[in-house]
């Protein structure tokens, strides 16, 4: 029976590249340092110290890209994405008949988790499945990822977390893992009421993410008032860099600081 294959959320290919362009510049760096077989004075010296110069940044990218592929390989030992999924799944409950969203499903993982926590419901998935993970993330590979896991509970379709292709108030549910921060030039608080515009009065939401003001969130805690304010219930902010899904000092390593879920009801 074939296995499910949810990827990486840091693909190989990304390590490798970084990798091959740190190579490069090294290389780059000794020839324009040692010969003017290329370039000749002032250039050759600039050259030589532009390379030397990008090459300890790019050597620290390649080994954290790395370290964050080790990490979140399903099939490695740490299994921190499969951690984080299970995790996020578990906020979140369907009434029998009804009917969830995961937002920016990527392989799957999530939608599919989240489906079979909750066998009497329906969980639909969307994404764009363009830009950099083009290649990686396909509807194609999440149809075959369901199938794989045997569940039928499920369907997937195109979806932009910026503007959802649903009405107001059609799911009983809604979820997402790390997919807004990804969003460049938008208000993230926006893109959490998007989400939120889709869930139905009664509902259940349970959003992972990097929730800091690095990351362009602003103020949560105002956001959460706000929320409350608006009649929202149950509304809280859970760091799950507090062991819950990784320790703190994995979280700084790894570059997830911030790591945050939004739970609560509509």
């Known amino acids: 029976m074939k296995k499910p294959d949810y990827k990486n959320w840091v693909p190989k290919s990304m ?3 970084l990798g091959a362009a740190t190579a490069a510049s090294a290389s780059l760096s000794v020839l324009f340092g040692s010969t003017e077989s290329i370039l000749k004075g002032r250039p ?10 990008a090459t300890p940044v790019l ?13 979140f390989d ?15 799944a578990e906020y979140l409950t369907l009434p029998d008949g009804g009917t969830g969203l995961d937002v920016g499903c990527g392989s799957g993982a999530l939608t599919i988790a989240c489906a079979k926590r909750n066998p009497r419901a329906q969980m639909v998935g969307c994404d764009i499945w363009s830009g950099a993970y083009k290649a990686v ?16 509970n499920v369907r997937f ?11 107001d ?3 009983d549910a809604v979820t997402s893992n ?3 921060h990804n969003i460049a030039g938008q208000n993230k608080q926006a893109l959490l009421l998007e989400t939120l515009r889709v869930l139905k009065k009664g509902g259940s939401f349970a959003i992972h993410d990097l929730m800091s003001r690095a990351r362009y969130y602003g103020d949560m805690e105002a956001f959460v008032r706000k929320l409350k304010a608006e009649g929202y219930e149950d509304v809280r902010l859970i760091d799950t860099t507090d062991g819950r899904f990784m320790g703190r000092k994995e979280a700084a390593l790894l570059g997830l600081g911030g790591s945050t879920l939004l739970v609560g009801r509509k």
């Open 15 to 17: 390590v490798i590249g």
């Open 44 to 53: 050759r010296q600039i050259a030589a110290a532009a390379f030397g110069a």
């Open 59 to 71: 050597l620290f990218y390649t080994g954290w890209m790395g370290a964050l592929h080790r990490s």
């Open 74 to 88: 399903y099939n490695g030992k740490r299994k921190l994405a499969k951690t984080i999924i299970d995790g996020t």
């Open 137 to 152: 993330f396909t509807k194609k590979r999440c149809e075959e990822n369901a199938a794989a896991e045997g569940v039928a």
């Open 157 to 167: 379709t195109e979806g932009n977390a910026v503007r959802l292709p649903f009405p």
């Open 169 to 171: 108030e059609s799911f």
């Open 178 to 180: 790390y997919v807004y």
